[in-house]
């Protein structure tokens, strides 16, 4: 070989081991999605999938963590340590932000949705998009909304009118509208995170409380209840949320795939989540460790007429106008 092609081809051969450990020493990005429910839920199948879509589009350069059980934060937790920057992604309970935005506590007003049909027509109408961007002066990015599904009532007696709660404890995420709303039937609400309900139940340190079929059969719930109410007195849905920081200051050609594969992930979650509450709904049924009890016409009129009185008295927090458009979705 002459010396200058040897000189050449050298340098080409030093080049390309420099480019090889430059691309083996860039680490990915590490997204940590934490969140308080069990693998087998909308939730946790949403996350599973995102981490799957975004890996496959991104290799190497992107990886998932999906932390699920409250393993890692507890959704009391969770938003104050996405600010501190040790985790990226999570999806609590649109009951769970009031610290940060009074007007998504529309969605905890009772018997204000009629179904799952019409929670997802408001959010996808002008006045629910509006309400994604509500925690952006917090340093909160809202990047979709993900279904679970409508809310029970679960107790150790069984409840079929307003006054068979008259004097119980229920637990409550931590949401001022739930409280008003179990203070509207005379209970006392209890405002514990949740990975500690089970326990809370189990050992008759509280009454009750309120979830969706997903969630209180993948806890097991059901085993620790007695009766649970189908009373679809209100909605259990989530926020999927980040930084703005972390959002901010994803390569740019990193984040346009993270949010479609998000995208995606929630689409699949929110398809999921309407069959999953039946399939659940009849396991507890089927395990007969729990009565299931429906209520007549009359009967949910008392429901209703106890606990309306509550939109009022949050009325100005909320905002008439977002009320009004969430009422009319149901037509
Ligand atoms: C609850 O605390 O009851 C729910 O928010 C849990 C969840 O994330 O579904």
Do not use: C
Not at 13 to 32: D, G, H, Q, R, T
Not at 148 to 169: E, I, R, Y
């Amino acid at each position: 070989m002459r010396p200058l092609t040897k000189l050449i081809s050298k340098t080409a051969s030093l080049a390309a081991v420099a480019l090889f450990s430059l691309n083996l020493s860039a680490a990915p990005i590490e997204i940590k999605f934490s969140h308080v429910v069990a693998d087998n839920t909308p939730k946790g199948k949403m996350a599973k999938k995102f981490k799957t879509l975004v890996e496959e589009r991104l290799p190497g350069k992107v990886e998932v963590k999906v932390f699920p059980n409250s393993q890692l934060f507890g959704d009391n937790k969770v938003l104050e340590a996405m600010l501190l920057g040790d985790v990226q992604l999570a999806a609590p309970s649109l009951s769970k932000f009031q610290k940060y935005t009074k007007s998504l506590q529309v969605f905890d007003l009772p018997f204000l949705f009629e179904d799952m049909n019409a929670v997802e027509k408001f959010q996808n109408g002008p006045e629910g998009q509006k309400l994604l961007s509500s925690l952006e002066k917090k340093g909160l990015v809202g990047l979709g909304y993900l279904h679970n599904g409508m809310k029970q009532l679960s107790s150790s007696q069984p409840l079929k009118v307003p006054a068979d709660a008259k004097g119980l404890k229920f637990r409550i995420m931590t949401s001022d509208v739930l409280a008003a709303q179990f203070e509207a039937i005379k209970a006392n609400p209890v405002k514990k995170p949740f990975s500690e309900v089970f326990t809370l139940l189990q050992t008759r340190a509280i009454d009750g409380q309120e979830n969706s079929w997903s969630n209180i059969y993948s806890k097991k719930f059901f085993e620790v209840q007695d009766y649970i109410t189908e009373s679809n007195h209100g909605v259990l849905d989530y926020l999927v949320v980040t930084s703005k920081e972390f959002w901010m200051t994803l390569p740019d050609d990193i984040r346009p795939v993270v949010k479609q594969s998000l995208a995606e992930a929630i689409s699949y979650g929110n398809k999921i989540a309407g069959d999953k509450a039946l399939s659940d709904k009849q396991a507890i049924i089927d395990s007969g460790r729990s009565k299931v009890l429906s209520l007549t016409d009359a009967e949910r009129k008392q429901w209703v007429n106890a606990m309306k009185p509550v939109w009022k008295e949050f009325e100005g927090e909320i905002g008439k106008d977002i009320i009004k458009a969430a009422e009319q979705s149901n037509q």
